[in-house]
C-alpha cells in the first residue's frame, strides 16, 4: 500500500450526514456525462482552490477522486441532478443499518440552500492507495463564500471541516481513468467533470453507532489550524483571528463585502476536457 502523509485533520466538523428518505439508488440524472454543466444558477459561482501536502499530486487518480468527492458532496443538497457524472452510482447504498453520506444525493432537494459566490479552499492531507483500494482526508474551508442574494457570508465563524472517505474497486472492474493524462491543458478545462469521473469506484458507507473519538480544543484541530492560516487569503478576513480567548471559535467580522471581500479565484485544478 502507497500512502501519502501530511498534516492531519481530525475535527468535530466533519461533513455532516444527511437524513434523507431511502429511495433507489440506480435513479440518477438523465443527462450524459458530457452533457453535464456546473449547475451556478443554482449553487452559485464559487469556485475550488485545492492545495494538498507534500508528495500529493493533485492530478493524481486517487486526488482526482478525492477532488470529485468533496466538490460533488456540496452540490448533493441540491438534488441529484446537480452532482457529478456518476456520482449517484458510486454513492453507498442507503439503508437502515448505514447512513447515508454526503456523496448521496436525494431525487430533489429537501430544503433551500443559497446560491453562493467566491472561493472555497480545500486540501488533501492524506492519501492511502493500493491498487483496487483508496482512503483520503483532508480538510475544507467555506469561510470565503458569500450568498449571491444578500452578500452576507456564509458563515460568521471559521468554517473549517473535515473530509474523509475509503472508496474500492469491485471485482474485475478496471479504471479507465487510471493510466491517462488527467491535467487541463494551459488555457482550458472546466470548472466540473463532463465525464463519469467516479467510475467504477464504489464509496464505502458508514454504519451508524460509529461514534468520532474525542476532539481537541476547537483552536488545536489539525483543520482548523490550517483554516486559520488560510484566513488571510480572505480579503474580507485578513488580519482577524478566527480563535477566541478560550480556544473556541470567535465570531470573524468582515470588513469588505461582495466580489472585493470573497473574490472568486479561477477554479484550480480546472477539470480535463473530455
Known sequence: MMAFAGTGC???????EQSVTFSSQSA????????????SE???????????SEGIDLHSRPAELARAYVESCQLSVFGRQATYPGAVAAAPEPSVVNRVGCL???KRPEGWFPA??????????????????LSARGCSLRSGRAEVRTGEPESAYLSAYEFSFTAKLPPNA?????NIPRTAAPGTGTRAPQFDVFYPWKFDAVPWGIRPPPQPPFNERPCSRWAAGMLDRI???????PFAPDGSSAELVPKLSGEQGFPTLPQSPAWPEP
Open 28 to 39: 440518477s440524472s438523465t443527462v450524459a456525462p458530457q452533457d453535464y454543466r456546473y449547475p
Open 104 to 106: 448521496f444525493a436525494p
Open 174 to 178: 478496471v479504471d479507465p481513468r487510471s
Open 10 to 16: 481530525a475535527t468535530s466538523d466533519a461533513p455532516l
Open 116 to 133: 453562493l459566490s467566491g472561493t472555497m479552499y480545500a486540501h488533501i492531507a492524506e492519501i492511502r492507495a493500493s491498487e483496487r483500494e
Open 235 to 241: 480579503p474580507a478576513y485578513s488580519g482577524q483571528s
Open 42 to 52: 443554482t449553487a452559485g459561482p464559487y469556485n475550488v482552490v485545492w492545495s494538498a
